[in-house]
């Protein structure tokens, strides 16, 4: 695949087939996530990698109750988004893989390192939500685990004791005839100046 390709292909997807998505694979995809930048070559990140169907079931438990409480409090009138919501979150969409991505903090870091090291994070999250795309798999980013009762809930789940969540990011095999919603993406004009 052309990497234009996987650029104009990758969505969030939101609906999966109930099929884990096999280990050699996860691992690609997490080794060229860590294939990305990072600030001092920090290398901040640790992937925690859900592949336990009794922990994937907690952890979509626990999704579809901090969505019931969050979902009151965001604005989202548009009733074509709040359906996909909804039957996204009831089951993680049936994606039977979730991947966690922490950051790994040191003592008396400087005021700029944790900035820093979440941008990092992401550049390692996108390296792996496009090489997924090459692979046939889908992914969608969850911010809805961060923050508040939800994550220290999570943190007990993956017995975290240090760490600190940055991205959850679902991914599987796109439920089959499923069409992504393609949502609209601003024109370069609004977004690029040329001084
Ligand atoms: C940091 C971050 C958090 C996100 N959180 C959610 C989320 O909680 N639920 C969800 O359905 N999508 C979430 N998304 C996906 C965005 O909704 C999606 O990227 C955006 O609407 C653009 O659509 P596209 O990814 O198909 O281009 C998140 C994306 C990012 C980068």
């Known amino acids: 695949m052309k990497f234009q ?8 997807i939101r609906e999966f087939e ?8 996860l691992k690609r995809l997490i080794k060229n996530a860590t294939e990305a930048p990072s600030a001092c070559n920090r290398q901040p990140w640790i992937f925690y990698c859900i592949n336990n169907k009794k ?6 438990k626990l999704l579809l ?9 965001t604005e989202v009138k548009n009733k074509k988004i709040q359906k996909i919501a909804n039957n996204f979150y009831k089951d993680m969409g049936g994606a039977q893989n979730i991947i966690f991505v922490y950051r790994k903090k040191s003592r008396n870091e ?12 992401a550049c390692a999250i996108e390296n792996l939500m496009l090489c997924s795309v090459e692979k046939g ?4 980013w969850i ?3 961060k923050g508040g009762k939800i994550e220290k809930e999570l943190g007990r789940i993956l017995k975290i004791k240090e760490e600190e969540l940055i991205g959850s990011i679902v991914i599987g095999y796109p439920k089959k005839g499923y069409k992504p919603l393609i949502r609209r993406k601003k024109k370069l004009n609004e977004v690029l100046k040329f001084i």
């Not at 390709?5 to 969030?12: F, M, P």
């Not at 109930?18 to 694979?25: G, L, N, Q, R, S």
């Open 110 to 121: 400087a005021p700029h390192v944790r900035p820093n090291d979440m941008l990092s994070i």
């Open 143 to 145: 911010g809805t685990f």
């Open 137 to 140: 798999l889908g992914t969608c």
């Open 18 to 25: 109930k099929k884990k998505v096999p280990i050699p694979i």
């Open 65 to 73: 109750g901090a969505f019931k409480r969050l979902w009151k409090e």
């Open 55 to 60: 922990k994937r079931d907690e952890i979509s």
């Open 5 to 12: 390709e996987i650029i104009n292909k990758r969505h969030s």
